[in-house]
């Protein structure tokens, strides 16, 4: 059964950087058929994309974080990581990571996040 | 970016109860559409893929219909653990969006 593991502080202090890495376990990460990402979700409010990352490194980020997002991937460790820069109390969120299963279509690849992380709860906070 | 409007925000019924959860997206998105299911403390679970798919493992009684702009979760009859919060997904544009939830409670 595939298992996704969020890691990282649990406080940042504003303007700092949000780190974050995601452990996959029961599935290579190197797969063809998936994307990986990061949805994050502040208290009392719903769910937000934050960006997408595919085994060969190439990514896709929501225009909202405005270029503050950066996301890698360790293949040789089933591993991908997020970076978020210049942190806000506005950044304080539940951070999930999540396993996205890609179909091509005629007009283009849709994807749904089918496996989930229990995802972990960053403060940004002096 | 496709904006998604779910009713109703909360809904309280009992168990044994058919409940209906909609999901409206501003713009159409075929049937590219996927609903989930969140708990405190727990992995969220996709229930629905492309509108109207159980997922493996999901049970029966949970249902998904709708395509272009409108679409539904019904449960046919809620047991004890269906109590969670439901959110849809659009995943038409690569830029995912979310509805912004649905918190289905103990009558």
């Known amino acids: 059964q595939l298992q996704l593991q969020e890691s990282g502080p649990g406080l940042v202090k504003p303007s700092e950087t949000l780190s974050l890495t995601c452990t996959v376990s029961?599935?290579?990460?190197?797969?063809?058929?998936?994307?990986w990402g990061w949805i994050r979700q502040p208290p009392g409010k719903g769910l937000e994309w934050i960006g997408s990352?595919?085994?060969?490194?190439?990514?896709s980020y929501s225009p909202s974080l405005k270029g503050r997002v950066t996301m890698s991937v360790d293949a040789s460790n089933d591993q991908f990581s997020l970076r978020v820069s210049s942190v806000t109390a506005a950044d304080t969120a539940v951070y999930y990571c999540?396993?996205?299963?890609?179909?091509?279509?005629?007009?283009?690849?849709?994807?749904?996040?089918?496996?989930w992380g229990q995802g972990t709860l960053v403060t940004v906070s002096s | 970016d496709i904006q998604m409007t779910q009713s109703p925000s909360t809904l309280s019924a009992s168990v044994g109860d058919r409940v209906t959860i909609t999901c409206r997206a501003s713009q159409s998105i075929d049937t590219w559409l996927a609903w989930y299911q969140l708990k405190p403390g727990k992995a969220p679970k996709l229930l629905i893929y492309k509108a109207s798919n159980l997922q493996s493992g999901v049970p029966s009684r949970f249902s998904g219909s709708g395509s272009g702009t409108e679409f539904t979760l019904t449960i046919s009859s809620l047991q004890p653990d269906d109590f969670a919060t439901y959110y849809c997904q659009q995943y038409n544009s690569y830029l995912y969006t979310f509805g912004q939830g649905t918190k289905l409670e103990i009558k």
């Open positions: 990352i595919y085994y060969t490194g190439s990514t």
């Open positions: 029961g599935g290579p990460i190197s797969s063809s058929t998936y994307y």
């Open positions: 999540a396993r996205l299963k890609s179909v091509i279509a005629f007009d283009g690849v849709h994807s749904h996040f089918d496996f």
